[in-house]
């Protein structure tokens, strides 16, 4: 480049030209790289916290019936089965992130957005779904349901 | 014919010195109309322009008392339709008026298509047309979110799933418009500053250069048509054309009004994150034969997740639409195009069947 600055004539205007292209480059990518930056949303600190004291007692959630709860900042979902048992699972459809629920008519997990059908074990059984849901530990101290995501 | 010079007041040529009226009014005069039996569809683009003036007009008034915020927006909107006078009407009109601009909106393309006005020199006209189509999907997807009720912050959270699902930039063009990991109200702020300000601007500029191209080549004679010879005689678009198209809005304007009064729009619940998604849910008529087919497709095919397809299938039969004046080399040439006319009305009879199932089908199985 620098031979060519020092020439006279016609370069003199070639060097003008790169001098304020590279000037323009320059100008547009420091104005687009802070605007795409603050287009980025921040990440916040999520609760990282593996473990969940529910609100509900055990005598809230009667046999045939789900209930959703909050997983940090996501829903979970509380079922207790036909036979009593109680299980938890993330109530978020693995197809396209809408909210489950209990069928107690099929005692089936349920998403509306799009049919989606899951068994009590959580495992996809018809529908879009791709995967089973995220299955979650229950453990019942006295009056008191505590989730926790299995290890 | 030359017509007769028109005589004008001072007023006007004091402005004719200044602005330079004479010029405009020639460009006006210039304008001619083919008259032919597919002249109808010339009225599609129009319709489709008057109703945006409607929705920017509305939209407008709808600022005054809208908050954007999940903890004020559905409140807000409350208020609007309670207890502001006409509050009701204006927020009827908006979301009539955006629901049939987006169906005029589809007529005209389809009309454009079938009588396969994108042919040279007319490709970028169709090009600025199908970008008007996306910002008119994304008016209709961000917009649906604004009053923050159960229905759309589930069809947000899907929508914006969709996003996230495509191969590659998915995940971080999610995030880009979720604002966020989840739908929250990082996410209503976004569309809403989305709605009200990038789109619009964005859809004037793009308007400007379909406008111009319009302007520029002229009406269209469908091929069929040239193949006759051509259309028989024109009609100026001052004032014969114009008084046509204000009588089509006029008419629009009185359905718009009934619709607001008679079905106005409704509010729902409050959306609650932690709420299951509410059987019977589905999005806006438009999107409904996408939404119908992602119910269709089995969880996975050839190895890939199902809705993940769907979205690579959907995305390239835009594409394919987008691209049709390149594709089309018969019509380019000046030949009939009979595969494109059958591909036209394959897609149409598409988009009107799995719409149909989409309101008629079992939601539950």
Redesign the interface.
């Known amino acids: 480049m620098s031979e060519h600055v020092l020439e006279p004539g016609p370069d003199r205007r070639g060097f003008i030209n790169w001098f304020l292209g590279t000037s323009a480059v320059a100008f547009v990518l420091s104005v687009v790289y802070p605007v795409l930056g603050y287009l980025v949303p921040p990440r916040v600190g999520e609760s990282t916290s593996g473990t969940v004291t529910l609100s509900l007692k055990p005598d809230d959630v009667k046999p045939n019936t789900g209930q959703i709860f909050k997983f940090g900042s996501r829903p979970g979902i509380l079922i207790r089965t036909a036979s009593g048992e109680l299980r938890a699972f993330s109530a978020v459809c693995t197809h396209l992130n809408c909210t489950v629920q209990y069928r107690p008519d099929l005692s089936e997990i349920w998403c509306a957005c799009h049919n989606g059908h899951y068994d009590l074990n959580g495992k996809n059984v018809a529908g879009p779904p791709p995967r089973p849901l995220d299955t979650f530990v229950v453990n019942v101290r006295g009056a008191q349901i505590v989730v926790s995501k299995s290890a | 014919m030359e017509p007769a010079e028109p005589r004008h007041g001072r007023l006007w040529m004091w402005l004719d010195q200044r602005v330079g009226l004479k010029d405009l009014e020639k460009l006006a005069r210039k304008k001619e109309i083919p008259v032919h039996r597919h002249g109808i569809w010339y009225y599609l683009g129009g319709m489709t322009l008057f109703l945006f003036i409607v929705q920017v007009s509305t939209g407008i008034l709808l600022l005054l008392y809208y908050r954007p915020s999940a903890e004020e927006a559905f409140e807000s909107v409350q208020f609007l339709m309670a207890e502001v006078q006409f509050g009701w009407l204006v927020r009827s009109v908006h979301s009539w008026a955006a629901n049939l601009m987006i169906l005029t909106l589809f007529v005209h393309l389809f009309s454009v298509l079938l009588l396969k006005a994108y042919r040279p020199p007319r490709e970028i006209t169709w090009f600025s047309g199908m970008a008007l189509l996306g910002l008119a999907l994304g008016f209709g997807f961000t917009g649906y979110l604004l009053p923050w009720n159960e229905l759309a912050y589930?069809a947000t959270?899907?929508g914006t799933?969709?996003t996230s699902?495509v191969p590659g930039i998915g995940q971080f063009a999610g995030?880009?418009l979720?604002?966020?990991?989840?739908v929250t109200g990082?996410t209503l702020t976004r569309f809403y500053g989305i709605h009200v300000a990038i789109l619009p601007a964005t859809a004037v500029a793009l308007l400007g250069l379909h406008l111009y191209l319009v302007q520029r080549h002229g009406m269209s004679v469908p091929p069929g048509v040239e193949r006759e010879g051509g259309a028989s005689r024109v009609m100026p678009f001052v004032p014969n054309f114009l008084l046509r198209d204000i009588v089509g809005w006029l008419s629009a304007l009185a359905v718009l009004a009934a619709l607001a009064a008679y079905f106005p729009a409704e509010l729902g619940k409050k959306a609650d994150?932690?709420?299951?998604?509410?059987?019977?849910?589905k999005p806006e008529w438009y999107f409904m034969f996408m939404?119908q087919t992602?119910?269709y497709?089995?969880?996975?095919i050839l190895g890939i997740?199902?809705?993940v397809a769907g979205i690579l299938a959907f995305g390239l039969g835009g594409l394919f639409l987008l691209l049709i004046p390149i594709l089309d080399r018969r019509t380019a040439r000046g030949q009939p195009s009979r595969l494109f006319t059958w591909i036209g009305i394959a897609i149409i009879l598409y988009m009107v069947l799995f719409t149909i199932l989409g309101y008629t089908a079992s939601?539950?199985?």
């Open positions: 589930f959270k899907v799933e969709i699902a995030r880009l979720r604002g966020g990991d989840e990082a994150p932690f709420l299951p998604a509410p059987a019977g849910i939404f992602l119910k497709l089995p969880s996975h997740e199902g809705e939601a539950t199985k």
